[in-house]
Nanobody, 116 residues
Framework: QVQLVESGGGLVQPGGSLRLSCAVSGSIFSVNAMGWYRQAPGKERELVATITSGFMANYADSVKGRFTISRDNGKNTVYLQMNSLKPEDTAVYYC??????????WGQGTQVTISS
């Protein structure tokens, strides 16, 4: 059974930083990409950043230059370093894994709140 477990969310002031982690357990073959999505209250879930098995990263325009996605294949973990956080970054952040066959897995989500 594949499980994705996020950690690192919390409350931080505007301009602050947080680092999210997503640990993957279980047997997975042919991982295509991993990524982070977020969902704010009353809004649809949106892409934040993805990273392929070849370490190519893609970001939403709203987070470019502020967020950095990375992965450690040896630890089966993907990270999201978030700097210069803004109130509009407040959301539940979800980890996502997509296989080459098209299967997708999601974590349970971690709350990120940016407020003074």
């Amino acid at each position: 059974q594949v499980q994705l477990v996020e950690s690192g969310g919390g409350l931080v002031q505007p301009g602050g930083s947080l680092r999210l982690s997503c640990a993957v357990s279980g047997s997975i073959f042919s991982v295509n990409a991993m990524g982070w999505y977020r969902q704010a209250p009353g809004k649809e879930r949106e892409l934040v950043a993805t990273i392929t098995s070849g370490f190519m990263a893609n970001y939403a325009d709203s987070v470019k230059g502020r967020f950095t996605i990375s992965r450690d294949n040896g630890k089966n973990t993907v990270y999201l370093q978030m700097n210069s956080l803004k109130p509009e970054d407040t959301a539940v952040y979800y980890c996502n894994l997509r296989t080459n066959s098209g299967s997708q897995y999601w974590g349970q989500g971690t709350q990120v709140t940016i407020s003074s």
